[in-house]
T-cell receptor
Framework: GAGVSQTPSNKVTEKGKYVELRCDPI?????LYWYRQSLGQGPEFLIY????????DSGLPNDRFFAVRPEGSVSTLKIQRTERGDSAVYLC??????????????FGQGTRLTVV | EDKVVQSPLSLVVHEGDTVTLNCSYE??????LLWYKQEKKAPTFLFML????IEKKSGRLSSILDKKELFSILNITATQTGDSAIYLC??????????FGAGTILRVKS
């Protein structure tokens, strides 16, 4: 696609529910990243995929968070038993090749998740 | 722990003013420093800096890196209302992830 696409753009869910956030990266980009941005803060790294595998998931805050990228393109971030503290904008980014200098990441518009 | 600190946190200027945004960092491994502009939700890429002392320029925006003193500045000359945004500084730490600062909120008044 022309850019990184994220759906939905907004999601309101009740505490305790399960949510899935989708990211469709730029076509041909092998590296995909998920970040979380809370109000008044910069984005915080969650997980990085190189192809289908999660090369670095050190930013996932706990085992309620999980992400997949089964075919090396679209990725889904899954949050179980949501808590009010999970409310944030979830940003996805992709780059042509991960782990290389001079390959900037392009960000999607994000999904604003609100847990009530 | 890797850390990126931006200052000021927010800034209000009038159209035509020149602004300087600051970014300092303390990281274990440094590969590059990046500046992004964030309007609404998506950060858009401005500059990537890898070498000290080499100014990168794009129109009214410019940026420079000092790897000895561990900081970078972003300058915007002749500001316009369309420059109003959050400016994010991030460091690529070889870990395939970016460490971001909290951002500087810039508001340009007409």
């Amino acid at each position: 696609g022309a850019g990184v696409s994220q759906t939905p753009s907004n999601k309101v869910t009740e505490k305790g529910k399960y949510v899935e956030l989708r990211c469709d990266p730029i076509s041909g980009h092998t590296a995909l990243y998920w970040y979380r941005q809370s109000l008044g803060q910069g984005p915080e790294f969650l997980i990085y995929f190189q192809g289908t595998g999660a090369a670095d998931d050190s930013g996932l805050p706990n085992d309620r968070f999980f992400a997949v990228r089964p075919e090396g393109s679209v990725s889904t971030l899954k949050i179980q038993r949501t808590e009010r503290g999970d409310s944030a904008v979830y940003l996805c980014a992709s780059s042509l090749t991960g782990g290389q200098p001079n390959t900037e990441a392009f960000f999607g518009q994000g999904t604003r998740l609100t847990v009530v | 722990e890797d850390k990126v600190v931006q200052s000021p946190l927010s800034l209000v200027v009038h159209e035509g003013d020149t602004v300087t945004l600051n970014c300092s960092y303390e990281v274990t491994n440094f590969r590059s420093l990046l500046w992004y502009k964030q309007e609404k939700k998506a950060p858009t890429f401005l500059f990537m800096l890898t070498s000290s002392g080499i100014e990168k320029k794009s129109g009214r925006l410019s940026s420079i890196l000092d790897k000895k003193e561990l900081f970078s500045i972003l300058n915007i000359t002749a500001t316009q209302t369309g420059d109003s945004a959050i400016y994010l500084c991030a460091v690529d730490t070889y870990g395939n992830k970016l460490v971001f600062g909290a951002g500087t909120i810039l508001r340009v008044k007409s």
